[in-house]
């Protein structure tokens, strides 16, 4: 059974339609990469899946149980929206860390306000995680003492905190200068070798190559084609060809 199931996913905003019929399966331990170029609607298909934005039109299957149809006429509650949500991991672009916590602090803040074990039990997992992405010496300095690579490998512990089904990366590079992108690719791929599922939203086309089990090329709301990281070789489709000559 797949992970996840996402079925014809209409999304506009005013007169602009932005997601025009999205529907892929992903597969537990899987790694699906989401290509294409800015406005394409790969954000927006992201913060759908995350409940951040609700389809217009569609279904969003996770583990077989449907948590979101746009087509019943029922409004999830709080609790059934953050029960959503904990389905997933968010990585974000631009790290998000809260400013006045420490690293440690904003590994350990969504797990002791859900109540997610014990105090001492919510610490040794952070600490943890801290330390899977190499920061483990960090874990009392705050936000404006590190790098943005190293604020990013720490949004990526405190999503892994949460224990998501599926891990989300929105362009986890994009704000990062070009020496400090390597340290947070190796934490992915890491996460990739012990089978994490994974969507990620890149614009690094070999990594994309060398680390996805399929890759989807959106354009203009649409998946204009899909496959094996092969597709980077071989696309069949103009546009995938005319957006990776763009490299």
């Known amino acids: 059974m797949a992970v996840l199931e996402v079925k014809n996913i209409h999304k506009s905003f005013g007169r602009t339609e932005v997601l025009k019929g999205i529907d892929f399966t992903l597969e537990a331990g899987q790694v699906l990469t989401i290509i294409g170029s800015s406005g394409s609607g790969k954000t927006t298909l992201l ?5 951040l ?26 609790s059934e929206l953050r029960q959503n949500r904990l ?3 968010l990585v974000f672009q631009n790290f998000n ?3 006045q916590y420490s690293v440690l602090e904003n590994v350990t803040l969504a797990p002791r306000l859900l109540n997610k074990g014990t105090k001492e ?8 995680l801290i330390d899977s992405v190499g920061l483990l010496d960090k874990k009392d300095n705050y936000p404006c003492e590190l790098s943005g690579g190293q604020q990013q490998r ?3 512990a405190r999503a892994l905190a949460m224990n998501p089904k599926i891990l989300c990366f929105d362009e986890p590079t994009s704000a990062l200068d070009p020496e400090l992108t390597g340290e947070v690719l190796k934490v992915i791929r890491s996460l990739a070798e012990k089978h994490m599922t994974m969507i990620i939203v890149t614009h690094e086309m070999t990594f994309a190559h060398d680390v996805s089990d399929k890759i989807i090329f959106m354009d203009n709301g649409v998946i204009a084609e899909e496959g094996s990281p092969a597709i980077l070789e071989n696309p069949e489709s103009e546009r995938l060809q005319a957006f990776l000559t763009s490299f």
Do not use: T
């Open 47 to 51: 913060r759908c899946l995350n409940s």
């Open 97 to 99: 860390l809260f400013p």
């Open 154 to 156: 720490v949004a990526i």
């Open 121 to 128: 039990e919510i610490e040794k997992n952070a600490l943890e």
């Open 53 to 78: 934005e609700f389809a217009d039109k569609g279904q969003i299957v996770v583990g077989g149980d449907m948590i979101f149809d746009a087509e019943s006429n029922k409004r999830l509650s709080e």
């Open 87 to 89: 389905h997933f991991g």
